[in-house]
């Protein structure tokens, strides 16, 4: 256990909703990304916080993704009208800016969605 | 950008025997660390080697950086079957633009 949590654990949805999860990172991080990861292949990077801003996002990341981190503690992934090809693997990871770890990421679990 | 590429995709070996997995990278980085990943499970940090360094150790764990290839190897040694996983590279800069490779799948037999 890492110390980052995420929820649900799994979700199984039809085409068309929407859908939202949650990542609470290491409480005294103040950057948290958020990954989708596939079958057989590694994570591919969505958007990236630090405290409160988004800093970076995925040309991965079309207009029916959102992510928000309003207090620059918890974090959602929001996913509208969703498509089979949103089946994957979501992961969000932790990390801070100090200088002797800056570069390691703490992973939650991940939540694991289905689209029907 | 930046893009990791995992060496050899799959490798198995016998329990005790040395294993070795190989990553590449495009652009100029800071640092590089490397991950495990049990199936269905997130991902756990291993270790994370700097731009100006050349080789690290953390118990069985040994990675070597060559930053004029941009290349970067992790060696397993005495190999457990418990250490059965995907293992990925993940290259950055300044704590950003994490981009991580396909990754090498290692089976360890017992």
């Known amino acids: 256990d890492t110390g980052v949590s995420q929820d649900p654990r799994h979700k199984i949805t039809k085409r068309g909703q929407n859908v939202t999860f949650r990542c609470d990172p290491i409480?005294?991080?103040?950057?948290l990304y958020w990954y989708r990861q596939t079958l057989g292949q590694g994570p591919e990077f969505l958007t990236y916080?630090?405290?409160?801003?988004?800093?970076?996002k995925s040309r991965l990341l079309s207009d029916r993704f959102s992510a928000e981190r309003p207090k620059g503690s918890f974090s959602t992934l929001e996913i509208q009208r969703t498509e089979q090809g949103d089946s994957a693997m979501y992961l969000c990871?932790?990390?801070?800016?100090?200088?002797?770890?800056?570069?390691?990421?703490?992973f939650g679990p991940g939540t694991r969605l289905l689209v029907l | 950008s930046q893009q990791g590429e995992e060496d050899p995709q799959a490798l198995s070996i016998q329990e005790g025997e040395n294993a070795t997995m190989n990553c590449s990278y495009k652009?100029?980085?800071?640092?590089l660390q490397w991950y495990r990943q049990n199936s269905g499970r997130g991902l756990v940090h291993l270790i994370l080697?700097?731009?100006?360094?050349r080789e690290k150790h953390s118990g069985r764990l040994r990675v070597t950086l060559d930053t004029s290839k941009k290349s970067s190897s992790l060696l397993i040694t005495a190999s457990r079957a418990a250490d059965t996983a995907s293992y990925f590279c993940?290259?950055?800069?300044?704590?950003?633009?994490?981009?991580f490779g396909p990754g090498t799948r290692l089976s360890v037999l017992p």
């Open positions: 990871a932790s990390g801070t800016q100090d200088s002797p770890t800056s570069g390691t990421q703490y």
């Open positions: 409480s005294e991080h103040n950057r």
């Open positions: 916080f630090q405290n409160e801003a988004q800093l970076e």
């Open positions: 652009t100029s980085i800071n640092n």
């Open positions: 080697i700097r731009s100006n360094e």
């Open positions: 993940a290259s950055s800069r300044y704590g950003q633009n994490f981009v």
